[in-house]
């Protein structure tokens, strides 16, 4: 997950390939607290690792719940059986609807029953998100509701001395602001139901009734039918118990496949973007965006978990249509009705008012950035598209309100048709339900290669640059080559195979052909800040004078770095790079729209490679140093293949006299001036 500032997404031009989505948000803390309310254990397998379901867990651990994890997306829950194992406990839900309300309400229960207080509390946003009508419902009820700020809204104090509960008149709740509402009492109430029925009578509209439909499924896998009229009246047995299923597979998320749905159907032209783990047969209402995408012109077909998308009509056919049953998916929608034929107008979408952020002012405002016509109402909203030849498209810095949904639907726009960059701001929301989503993007999405960033960090030996790049690198979200790496490597790989590298050696024409195919198929992988050669980790290895040394010496050949050149440009891959080295300007990518030369004198860059050898432990003589600086810089300026020097646009940076800190800000302040987001 990126945990950048911002993240920029340069011009995508085409999609096509496989992706298995992570785990549906609804379904897993829905499925954690059945869990963690019924008798015995339950493995849960495909669960989904986002910040809800990990504010779910948390809870849970709390509440005495037992949890063991079995892999990265596997959990077994040993459950309550409907008993408070802890009377008291204070519980942080950050911006979790689908874990505050159903919590809520599960504890005004077991504590009007058992007795016990709890606090529930989330982010700032979580305490501006209406809880009234759950709370107003339970209270009605006979339980102990109490907010703890704004009435109405988090934060709550839950419970105090056991009471008796209502039951003998039907509870009643508002369906038309949330349906996790009516749900939080779906899932609590059959812990109060040993003895007799329980009616739940839903006043208003509801909205969203697919998710109640996952609520219902759910049930019946733990024991429970409710029985319905409508969509108004809800009737849970007398004699209700919860009963663990022993194992239960959590969906591919619905909502997240909508976005991999929107980018088949806008640029799959050669191949489709299959989606795995879902298949129109899903529990999930969203998978009801299928139909959705179809009527824009999509070409959408499906198997039993999965699903592939081409994009049919160009551009896209203009919708009118009642989004009520898709409503986190339909916030898709609206992005791809910039690439429509006609305005699309999206229609019962009050809920989103009420989400994470209010999401039609924030998409309305968003959407503007980039050009657009955008109209709003109470529970609608307009479109109106740009223009297919990419004229009135604009570069744009999209806020995104801490909403996960607001960061991904805006990447879609990178598809725009003025080949326009997007900037998305803090990128880290989407780790609320898909931390891996722009990682994912990256894997069905193709970019010109010269339009794929890179910025260059060329200079001599011991300047900084693996410094400096490593930073920039971790401060933008992209890439990071460290081509003096890579000719280390080569030395490190040679002497595993046996090839000497010394001066004499190296005037052997047959020694010299060995290293330039050695360089040509070098297994390297770079990641976390770790080096790996053919699967070893070999980061401190490259790092020995003796490496440097070597590298230094083969790095002069021009078969060698010939050889090279290919692996090197095939690190430039979205969203962008840094690259570091002595040529990365001059021969390697000459098309950088930033090229930095970084140097210090040979006396200061001497005592920085003291410095960090001595912290490593290992012995060092800076008179020696030095000396091999200077002879090393004359080796590098007098070669003659790529010889060290700056490009002719590159900036000069002396960093002699300034902090790593320092040179990383002067390099991003360079880097944002060249950007059309602005500061």
Same mark, same amino acid.
């Given at each position: 997950?990126?945990?950048?500032?911002?993240?920029?997404?340069?011009?995508?031009?085409?999609?096509?390939?496989?992706?298995?989505?992570?785990?549906?948000?609804?379904?897993?803390?829905?499925?954690?607290?059945?869990?963690?309310?019924?008798?015995?254990?339950?493995?849960?397998?495909?669960?989904?690792?986002?910040?809800?379901?990990?504010?779910?867990?948390?809870?849970?651990?709390?509440?005495?719940?037992?949890?063991?994890?079995?892999?990265? =997306?596997? !959990? %077994? /829950? *040993? $459950?309550?059986?409907?008993?408070?194992?802890?009377?008291?406990?204070? +519980?942080? @839900?950050?911006? &979790?609807?689908?874990?505050?309300?159903?919590?809520?309400?599960?504890?005004?229960?077991?504590?009007?029953?058992?007795?016990?207080?709890?606090?529930?509390?989330?982010?700032?946003?979580?305490?501006?998100?209406?809880?009234?009508?759950?709370?107003?419902?339970?209270?009605?009820?006979?339980?102990?509701?109490?907010?703890?700020?704004?009435?109405?809204?988090?934060?709550?104090?839950?419970?105090?001395?056991?009471?008796?509960?209502?039951?003998? =008149?039907? !509870? %009643? /709740? *508002? $369906?038309?602001?949330?349906?996790?509402?009516?749900?939080?009492?779906? +899932?609590? @109430?059959?812990? &109060?139901?040993?003895?007799?029925?329980?009616?739940?009578?839903?006043?208003?509209?509801?909205?969203?009734?697919?998710?109640?439909?996952?609520?219902?499924?759910?049930?019946?896998?733990?024991?429970?039918?409710?029985?319905?009229?409508?969509?108004?009246?809800?009737?849970?047995?007398?004699?209700?118990?919860?009963?663990?299923?022993?194992?239960?597979?959590?969906?591919?998320?619905?909502?997240?496949?909508?976005?991999?749905?929107?980018?088949?159907?806008?640029?799959?032209?050669?191949?489709?973007?299959?989606?795995?783990?879902?298949?129109?047969?899903?529990?999930?209402?969203?998978?009801?965006?299928?139909?959705?995408?179809?009527?824009?012109?999509?070409?959408?077909?499906?198997?039993?978990?999965?699903?592939?998308?081409?994009?049919?009509?160009?551009?896209?056919?203009?919708?009118?249509?009642?989004?009520?049953?898709?409503?986190?998916?339909?916030?898709?929608?609206?992005?791809?009705?910039?690439?429509?034929?006609?305005?699309?107008?999206?229609?019962?979408?009050?809920?989103?008012?009420?989400?994470?952020?209010?999401?039609?002012?924030?998409?309305?405002?968003?959407?503007?950035?980039?050009?657009?016509?955008?109209?709003?109402?109470?529970?609608?909203?307009?479109?109106?598209?740009?223009?297919?030849?990419?004229?009135?498209?604009?570069?744009?810095?999209?806020?995104?309100?801490?909403?996960?949904?607001?960061?991904?639907?805006?990447?879609?726009?990178?598809?725009?048709?003025?080949?326009?960059?997007?900037?998305?701001?803090?990128?880290?929301?989407?780790?609320?339900?898909?931390?891996?989503?722009?990682?994912?993007?990256?894997?069905?999405?193709?970019?010109?290669?010269?339009?794929?960033?890179?910025?260059?960090?060329?200079?001599?030996?011991?300047?900084?640059?693996?410094?400096?790049?490593?930073?920039?690198?971790?401060?933008?979200?992209?890439?990071?080559?460290?081509?003096?790496?890579?000719?280390?490597?080569?030395?490190?790989?040679?002497?595993?195979?046996?090839?000497?590298?010394?001066?004499?050696?190296?005037?052997?024409?047959?020694?010299?052909?060995?290293?330039?195919?050695?360089?040509?198929?070098?297994?390297?992988?770079?990641?976390?800040?770790?080096?790996?050669?053919?699967?070893?980790?070999?980061?401190?290895?490259?790092?020995?004078?003796?490496?440097?040394?070597?590298?230094?010496?083969?790095?002069?050949?021009?078969?060698?770095?010939?050889?090279?050149?290919?692996?090197?440009?095939?690190?430039?891959?979205?969203?962008?790079?840094?690259?570091?080295?002595?040529?990365?300007?001059?021969?390697?990518?000459?098309?950088?729209?930033?090229?930095?030369?970084?140097?210090?004198?040979?006396?200061?860059?001497?005592?920085?490679?003291?410095?960090?050898?001595?912290?490593?432990?290992?012995?060092?003589?800076?008179?020696?140093?030095?000396?091999?600086?200077?002879?090393?810089?004359?080796?590098?300026?007098?070669?003659?293949?790529?010889?060290?020097?700056?490009?002719?646009?590159?900036?000069?940076?002396?960093?002699?006299?300034?902090?790593?800190?320092?040179?990383?800000?002067?390099?991003?302040?360079?880097?944002?001036?060249?950007?059309?987001?602005?500061?």
């Amino acid at each position: 997950m990126y945990r950048t500032a911002f993240l920029d997404i340069p011009p995508l031009t085409r999609a096509g390939g496989t992706v298995r989505l992570p785990g549906s948000k609804s379904i897993s803390n829905r499925v954690l607290l059945l869990a963690a309310l019924c008798d015995g254990e339950t493995v849960i397998e495909d669960l989904l690792d986002s910040d809800d379901t990990r504010v779910m867990l948390d809870a849970l651990v709390a509440l005495g719940c037992g949890l063991q994890r079995l892999g990265p =997306t596997t !959990v %077994r /829950v *040993r $459950g309550l059986g409907g008993r408070l194992a802890v009377r008291e406990a204070r +519980l942080f @839900l950050g911006n &979790a609807g689908t874990a505050m309300r159903p919590l809520t309400a599960a504890l005004a229960v077991l504590t009007a029953q058992q007795g016990g207080r709890f606090e529930l509390s989330g982010v700032p946003r979580m305490h501006e998100r209406p809880i009234g009508d759950l709370v107003d419902a339970l209270v009605e009820l006979g339980a102990r509701v109490q907010p703890l700020g704004q009435p109405g809204y988090p934060p709550l104090a839950v419970g105090g001395e056991p009471t008796s509960l209502r039951l003998d =008149t039907p !509870v %009643r /709740v *508002r $369906g038309d602001v949330s349906s996790q509402f009516l749900t939080a009492l779906l +899932l609590a @109430l059959p812990l &109060a139901a040993a003895q007799r029925p329980i009616t739940i009578e839903v006043l208003g509209e509801l909205i969203s009734k697919p998710y109640i439909e996952i609520t219902l499924r759910l049930l019946e896998r733990f024991g429970v039918t409710v029985q319905r009229a409508g969509w108004s009246r809800f009737v849970i047995p007398a004699g209700a118990r919860y009963t663990t299923p022993g194992r239960i597979h959590v969906e591919s998320d619905a909502s997240s496949a909508s976005y991999f749905i929107a980018t088949g159907a806008i640029a799959a032209t050669d191949a489709p973007v299959t989606i795995e783990g879902l298949g129109l047969a899903s529990i999930q209402g969203d998978i009801r965006f299928v139909e959705a995408a179809q009527a824009m012109g999509a070409h959408i077909d499906g198997e039993a978990n999965r699903l592939h998308v081409r994009r049919g009509a160009w551009p896209l056919r203009a919708i009118d249509l009642d989004c009520n049953h898709i409503p986190d998916a339909a916030m898709t929608l609206a992005v791809m009705a910039l690439y429509a034929d006609g305005p699309s107008t999206l229609r019962h979408i009050g809920s989103w008012r009420v989400k994470e952020t209010d999401r039609i002012a924030a998409m309305a405002t968003e959407l503007r950035k980039f050009g657009a016509s955008v109209e709003e109402g109470p529970d609608w909203l307009r479109v109106h598209p740009l223009p297919h030849d990419g004229s009135g498209w604009r570069a744009a810095a999209i806020h995104t309100y801490d909403d996960h949904r607001m960061a991904m639907c805006a990447s879609l726009a990178a598809f725009n048709p003025a080949r326009q960059p997007v900037r998305i701001l803090d990128p880290q929301c989407v780790g609320k339900t898909f931390p891996d989503y722009f990682e994912t993007l990256w894997t069905v999405t193709q970019a010109d290669p010269a339009r794929i960033p890179v910025l260059c960090i060329d200079g001599p030996t011991a300047s900084g640059k693996g410094t400096l790049a490593a930073a920039v690198a971790e401060r933008l979200g992209y890439h990071v080559l460290d081509s003096g790496a890579l000719y280390r490597l080569v030395g490190l790989a040679a002497e595993r195979a046996g090839i000497a590298t010394d001066e004499a050696a190296l005037a052997d024409p047959a020694v010299v052909a060995r290293l330039a195919a050695l360089a040509e198929r070098l297994p390297v992988r770079f990641g976390d800040g770790r080096i790996w050669l053919d699967g070893d980790d070999v980061t401190q290895a490259v790092r020995s004078e003796a490496a440097g040394m070597a590298a230094s010496r083969v790095s002069a050949l021009p078969a060698v770095r010939a050889a090279l050149l290919a692996l090197q440009r095939g690190f430039r891959r979205l969203p962008g790079l840094v690259a570091d080295g002595r040529d990365m300007g001059t021969v390697v990518f000459p098309d950088a729209p930033l090229k930095v030369f970084l140097t210090a004198s040979a006396a200061t860059r001497a005592q920085r490679r003291y410095e960090q050898l001595i912290s490593r432990g290992e012995p060092a003589n800076i008179d020696s140093l030095l000396a091999d600086l200077e002879a090393r810089d004359a080796r590098d300026r007098a070669r003659a293949a790529a010889p060290l020097k700056p490009a002719e646009d590159a900036l000069l940076l002396d960093n002699s006299a300034l902090s790593v800190d320092e040179t990383v800000q002067t390099v991003l302040s360079w880097w944002q001036r060249r950007q059309p987001f602005g500061d």
